[in-house]
């Protein structure tokens, strides 16, 4: 089964600071999609980055960087300058190699609290 | 504006009872799918569907049931045989269906609880 690990249920981070989630996936495939999706207390989705496995260029969204390690199947998602609302549950989501369809396999999440 | 609408945002249901909850998307989006959200289970596939008249079972589709008569709705019915419904509902759509960058949109979600 594919499955999509995140090792830390909460993490805090002082605002303007720096923080990374770890996010790791189990796949024999050479070529496929991840996502990191941001959920706040709204509880609406958002989709923060994302990254083909075939490009070997870490994906940057302005504050919001990755560090892709394909041989160990490592995606970290790094916020830099922490902001306030930045605070909410991030989900790591990996695409499957199964048939022609587009599917989302989640993480678990990981709970993160930006502090004044 | 384009996005997602689903309805209600808050439904109570009667153990017993079939409930159906609504997806709506004006973004001509082919790709549909809803997914179950519990605590600290991040979210599951339900159903999906890549085109209208056509959709395929997820991770946990027993005791639900979708249809996809129209590319723009896509509604999930929670039936009496589904054990354990509480949970908080969100449906998503995409453009293609073809296995890509291309990302999924979500509506706001639905909270369902069974009384």
């Known amino acids: 089964a594919q499955t999509v690990t995140q090792s830390q249920p909460e993490m805090s981070v002082q605002e303007a600071e720096t923080v990374t989630l770890s996010c790791t996936y189990d796949?024999?495939?050479?070529?496929?999609?991840l996502f990191w999706y941001k959920q706040p207390p709204s509880r609406q989705m958002i989709l923060v980055i994302r990254?083909?496995?075939?490009?070997?260029q870490n994906a940057t969204e302005n504050r919001f960087s990755v560090n892709f390690q394909k041989a160990a199947k490592s995606f970290s998602l790094k916020i830099s300058d922490s902001q306030l609302g930045d605070t909410a549950m991030y989900f790591c989501?990996?695409?499957?190699?199964?048939?022609?369809?587009?599917?989302?396999?989640f993480g678990k999440g990981t709970k993160l609290t930006v502090n004044p | 504006d384009g996005g997602i609408t689903q309805s209600p945002k808050y439904l109570f249901r009667k153990e017993g009872q079939n409930v159906t909850l609504s997806c709506e998307q004006n973004l001509n989006h082919d790709a549909m799918y809803w997914y179950r959200q519990d605590p600290g289970q991040g979210l599951r596939l339900i159903y999906y569907?890549?085109?209208?008249?056509?959709?395929q079972k997820g991770d946990i589709a027993e005791g639900y049931s979708v249809s996809r008569e129209k590319k723009e709705s896509f509604p999930l019915t929670v039936t009496s045989a589904q054990k354990n419904p509480t949970a908080f509902y969100l449906c998503?759509?995409?453009?293609?269906?073809?296995?890509?960058?291309?990302?999924?949109?979500f509506g706001p979600g639905t909270r369902l609880t069974v009384l």
């Open positions: 989501a990996f695409t499957p190699p199964q048939g022609g369809s587009e599917k989302l396999v």
């Open positions: 998503a759509s995409r453009i293609g269906a073809e296995r890509g960058l291309n990302e999924q949109f």
């Open positions: 569907s890549q085109i209208v008249n056509d959709f």
């Open positions: 990254q083909e496995a075939y490009k070997q």
């Open positions: 796949t024999s495939e050479n070529n496929y999609y």
